[in-house]
């Protein structure tokens, strides 16, 4: 799969050091933190030039920045709080300046409208949906360690009919992917997975048009990575991807076409004693056949983070001071 053109993308803040730079659902667009310093705060960036703050920064650090679907808002998650807290979400709208909300939460998704946060509740115990004004439902009860290093993963299905979200336990050495579903006898919550060991990360991802998701898998402490798809939520799953190395578990992306998973993997590790490397960009597609087909798309350590979609022919990667924009030339 070609790549005809790698668009790097360096946004310029008013001054101070730029992180989480994150490229916004169209492409033309980045949010990124400027965490400290008097321009502390939250901005948006347009690619052919100017900036906007969306918020300041007065207390905490932002530890991760999301777009909504629509991009009309921005959810960030803020840490950095006294020992024993468990951190905040807030969302602002990226047309005018200033805090719309917060509320109580350890990791987040945005439902596919883009007005309402899916957030893991630390103090509930709990996974809630938080509309970005209104009161707050609770859908189902997590038990889970809420360990900040492994914060349960959510993801929605392309309608927000479904809910994914993973689970861990340390003293049950147990890692679940729970499903939470709106049925006619309202909302159900079932196991589909249950992974043995705690030193897990999974990441949900949900295919475009169908009730079909794949599993990213990390496992630490077998030092394997996988991704493994359960159609139609039916059957045991299907192995797509298996590794003996330990890959990133950076966000992976379904593309539109439903053909194509990109992913961060690892080939080589670093030394005969270590199961990590430098990571590779890989497009593994034709899934839908019984011999999916892996294809890289970057040298090792070339570039790494979380990854979206833009269109068809187009793969966002956010990163840390920079992002990329990656143009196909086939649709993928």
């Not at 807290?85 to 709208?93: R, T």
């Not at 990791?107 to 893991?120: D, E, H, Q, R, Y």
């Not at 938080?130 to 993963?153: I, R, Y």
């Not at 004693?273 to 040298?299: D, H, M, N, Q, W």
Request: with cysteine; hydrophobic share 40%.
């Amino acid at each position: 799969m070609n790549v005809v053109e790698r668009q790097k993308i360096e946004p310029q803040g008013p001054g101070g050091t730029v992180s989480l730079v994150r490229v916004g659902p169209r492409g033309d667009h980045v949010a990124f933190v400027i965490p400290s310093g008097e321009n502390a705060g939250i901005y948006t960036w347009d690619v052919s030039g100017g900036t906007r703050r969306v918020t300041a920064l007065e207390q905490g650090s932002i530890d991760d920045l999301v777009w909504s679907p629509t991009g009309d808002h921005v959810a960030y998650l803020i840490g950095g709080g006294p020992p024993g807290s468990y951190g905040e979400i807030g969302w602002a709208s990226t047309k005018a300046a200033g805090e719309l909300g917060r509320t109580q939460g350890m990791s987040f998704a945005w439902t596919p409208k883009g007005n309402a946060l899916i957030v893991a509740d630390p103090a509930a115990k709990a996974l809630v949906r938080k509309p970005l004004t209104g009161d707050s439902q609770v859908l189902t009860e997590l038990a889970d360690d809420f360990d900040p290093q492994n914060a349960p993963k959510i993801a929605l299905s392309f309608d927000g009919a479904l809910i994914c979200t993973t689970v861990r336990r340390t003293a049950d050495d147990v890692s679940e992917v729970l499903i939470v579903e709106r049925t006619s006898k309202g909302l159900e919550t079932k196991v589909l997975t249950q992974i043995p060991g705690a030193s897990v990360i999974v990441r949900p991802l949900w295919a475009p048009r169908t009730p079909t998701i794949a599993l990213y898998i990390v496992h630490l402490e077998q030092e394997k990575s996988a991704i493994v798809a359960v159609p139609r939520l039916e059957g045991e799953g299907i192995i797509l991807y298996e590794s003996d190395f330990i890959d990133p578990a950076e966000r992976p992306a379904w593309s539109p076409t439903g053909r194509t998973i990109a992913f961060f993997g690892v080939e080589k590790a670093h030394n005969e004693f270590t199961k990590a490397g430098p990571a590779r960009l890989f497009l593994l597609t034709e899934i839908a056949s019984e011999k999916p087909i892996l294809l890289p798309v970057s040298a090792p350590g070339e570039m790494v983070g979380g990854l979206s979609f833009v269109d068809e022919k187009k793969l966002a990667v956010d990163g840390g001071s920079e992002a990329f924009v990656l143009s196909f030339a086939d649709v993928v």
